[in-house]
């Protein structure tokens, strides 16, 4: 069974950092585009970033330009999300989903994707 779960949220401080993670099983995200999403409470999910499969770009949406970091390890099934100088406006859910494409394009956050993640939760406050 084809299955996305992600980890590494939390309650962080203004200024914090944090890395998510998004582990795969059932299938192998070698051949997936991985696109991170987030929603806060009352506001549209929103795109952060997309990163390839293998050479592929990686493409930041508003949200994560600048202090968003997507990476992966294919060789163990997982992407994750760098996110530093955390600010309470990035509370919010975060899910991850893959996508059976190896690259990313510019239609990206609207892509139809094929597995999504339970979500894990990211607080900011002081």
């Known amino acids: 069974q084809a299955q996305l779960v992600e980890s590494g949220g939390g309650l962080v401080q203004p200024g914090d950092s944090l890395r998510l993670s998004c582990a795969a099983s059932?299938?192998?995200?070698?051949?997936?585009?991985i696109g991170w999403f987030r929603q806060a409470p009352g506001k549209e999910r929103e795109g952060i970033v997309c990163?390839?499969?293998?050479?592929?770009?990686?493409l930041y949406g508003d949200s994560g330009e600048g202090r968003f970091t997507a990476s992966r390890d294919n060789a163990k099934n997982t992407v994750y999300l760098q996110m530093n100088s955390l600010k309470p406006d990035d509370t919010a859910v975060y899910y991850c989903?893959?996508?059976?494409?190896?690259?990313?394009?510019?239609?990206?956050?609207?892509?139809?994707?094929?597995?999504w993640g339970q979500g894990t939760q990211v607080t900011v406050s002081s």
């Open positions: 989903a893959a996508v059976a494409f190896t690259h990313c394009g510019s239609t990206w956050h609207r892509y139809e994707y094929d597995y």
């Open positions: 059932g299938f192998s995200l070698d051949t997936s585009a």
């Open positions: 990163i390839s499969s293998r050479n592929g770009p990686t």
